[in-house]
């Protein structure tokens, strides 16, 4: 009976060691729980949609979410192989647009290739991006389709994941057929 209670006690003791370790070191045990975990201490949400989860292989592993009218990313990598950390978080409000009068903002995260934004523009059915590196050098254009809250997103963007910066330039929100209706038109903004 002694030697039950004691392997009880170790094991407790363990588990214990284990949950101050992850305390600690803000780990936890799957990226759902980093997400819920960055939500709470950036006091987001609860969130009423989760639009993407991305898995990019090698233990990365992004969520954006809706809130409102309003976009949180999160991105997270598996670290000693078997906890969770974040690596990096966003919250993108539409409030911020229209203080700084902007139509369109967007994001680009080059190491997990993958773009997102929010389009104030209410007829917008698509947004036309470029992506350029630091120096301003061209780097690709594609778009990606608005859906009627304003909110875009796309993974594999570029169709590969790149340790050099790149980010959106020349954002322009298009109609349904195709007409710049707000963003740069003809190199004028």
């Known amino acids: 009976m002694k030697r039950k209670k004691q392997i009880i006690i170790y094991l407790l003791l363990m588990v214990l060691c284990v949950e101050s370790y992850m305390w600690l070191n803000d780990l936890r045990w799957s990226p759902k729980a980093v997400f819920a975990a960055s939500q709470k201490m950036d006091h987001v949400g609860p969130v009423d949609e989760i639009l993407i989860e ?58 997990k290739d993958f773009l997102f934004g929010i389009c104030r523009e209410p007829e917008a059915k698509e947004v036309s991006f470029q992506l350029v590196d630091p120096e301003g050098n061209f780097l690709m254009e594609g778009k990606l389709p608005v859906r009627e809250d304003g909110i875009f997103f796309g993974a594999n963007i570029r169709g590969r994941i790149s340790d050099e910066a790149a980010h959106p330039y020349h954002l322009r929100a298009l109609d349904a057929e195709g007409n710049i209706i707000a963003g740069e038109v003809e190199g004028v903004l």
């Open 54 to 111: 991305v898995d990019y292989g090698d233990g990365k592993y992004a969520i954006l979410s809706r809130t409102g009218e309003n976009l949180y990313y999160c991105g997270m990598k598996r670290t000693k192989g078997l906890f969770w950390e974040g690596t990096g978080r966003e919250y993108f409000t539409r409030a911020y647009l229209e203080e700084y009068d902007q139509i369109i903002l967007a994001r680009y995260y080059w190491n």
